[in-house]
């Protein structure tokens, strides 16, 4: 499993346990006034904002809250702009990690990712240097519990590329410019969808067997996951569920 869906799956379990619900809420609501900026305030219109607004409302954000995060967006309200930034770098044992914030500080944000890098043991790159690893895919998160032959079938119907477990529920992958109609065509077949967004793949994965070098990396993910600007982590890593497991104890 790559080091995107594997992260995944680890931040959602850890998420219950220790990720502060204002930060989570912050960065949902960051993107939701992005979306709205760059795409308008219409949901029927903007797909981007309403993919956002899925997962702020999916977050039990209120929806007071993501409303006026809309307004600042369109300009109705007044509010900071922000603007996308995206790092590239190096985890511990060769490990390619992208990096993807939202900052109102692009020269304060790049001094403190840089910073968390040099402190875990990576290395921040040139931009380029390991982006071609990665390739964009739309992502559609959808529950565990359906019947995956009859799920797949589905999928194939609706355009999708391909399905696979995150260990808790299924997840469609699609190109990046069909996203949003697979997900309307599952909807039809009656298939909620928990999420819909755009996502880095890893072409190819890094196994890592080593359980020091597996802490030293997900450290690093830890430490810029926790960072108030950054929104995505990508990273093409392989760890086994049990130097997880033993990593998260």
Avoid at 42 to 56: E, I
Avoid at 204 to 214: F, G, L, Q
């Amino acid at each position: 499993m790559s080091g995107h869906s594997k992260w995944a799956t680890t931040k959602h379990r850890k998420g219950a346990k220790d990720q502060a619900r204002a930060k989570q809420f912050a960065k949902l609501i960051r993107q939701v006034e992005v979306a709205a900026r760059e795409g308008g305030g219409d949901q029927n219109s903007n797909a981007s904002l309403r993919t956002m607004y899925q997962k702020a409302r999916a977050a039990s954000v209120p929806i007071d809250t993501i409303e006026k995060a809309i307004k600042r967006g369109t300009g109705e309200l007044e509010g900071v702009r922000y603007e996308s930034v995206s790092y590239e770098g190096y985890a511990p044992g060769g490990v390619a990690v992208i990096v993807e914030t939202l900052t109102d500080n692009r020269n304060r944000t790049s001094a403190e990712i840089k910073n968390i890098f040099s402190k875990n043991g990576g290395d921040i790159a040139t931009p380029g240097a390991v982006s071609w690893q990665f390739d964009r895919k739309g992502s559609i998160e959808v529950p565990g519990s359906l019947d995956e032959e009859q799920l797949l079938e589905w999928v194939m119907e609706a355009g999708g590329e391909n399905l696979t477990t995150n260990g808790e529920n299924f997840i469609v992958t699609t190109d990046p410019h069909e996203v949003g109609s697979v997900r309307d065509a599952l909807e039809g077949y009656g298939v909620h969808a928990i999420s819909a967004e755009l996502v880095l793949v890893p072409q190819n994965v890094i196994p890592v067997t080593d359980s020091n070098e597996s802490r030293k990396i997900l450290r690093l993910m830890d430490a810029i996951d926790d960072h108030d600007d950054v929104q995505n982590v990508y990273a093409n890593f392989d760890i086994s569920d049990e130097l997880l497991a033993a990593y998260e104890g």
